[in-house]
Nanobody, 123 residues
Framework: QVQVVESGGSSVQAGGSLRLSCVVSGGNFRATGWFRQAPGKEREFVAV????????RYADSVKGRFTVSRDNAKNTVFLQMNSLNPEDTAVYYC??????????????????WGQGTQVTVSS
């Protein structure tokens, strides 16, 4: 049984940093993606880590501030978030799947999702 579990969400002030963790168990997937959903908004792509091939991809809104990485020994994907601003406030979700490159930013490309972790950035 596949399980996806995120952790690390918290409340921080603008300019601060957080690191989210995502543990995927019970399956072997090509990609682990991060998405977020702010109140009243649709879920949006944030970043993705490819397990076997090319480098990570980021949404334009987080490029240069967020970094995705993987610890293979712990089967954990991290999302390091720096220079946070109030617009980053959202529930952050981790997802696992096998998208193709052209669909990696679509949430429908991922089969398994975590429960989400809240990130709140105050000004």
């Amino acid at each position: 049984q596949v399980q996806v579990v995120e952790s690390g969400g918290s409340s921080v002030q603008a300019g601060g940093s957080l690191r989210l963790s995502c543990v995927v168990s019970g399956g072997n997937f090509r990609a682990t993606g991060w998405f977020r959903q702010a109140p009243g908004k649709e879920r949006e792509f944030v970043a993705v880590h490819w397990k076997f091939s090319s480098g990570p991809r980021y949404a334009d809104s987080v490029k240069g501030r967020f970094t995705v990485s993987r610890d293979n020994a712990k089967n954990t994907v991290f999302l390091q978030m720096n220079s946070l601003n109030p617009e980053d406030t959202a529930v952050y979700y981790c997802a696992a799947g096998n998208p193709i490159l052209s669909t990696v930013e679509r949430d429908t490309s991922y089969n398994y999702w975590g429960q989400g972790t809240q990130v709140t950035v105050s000004s």
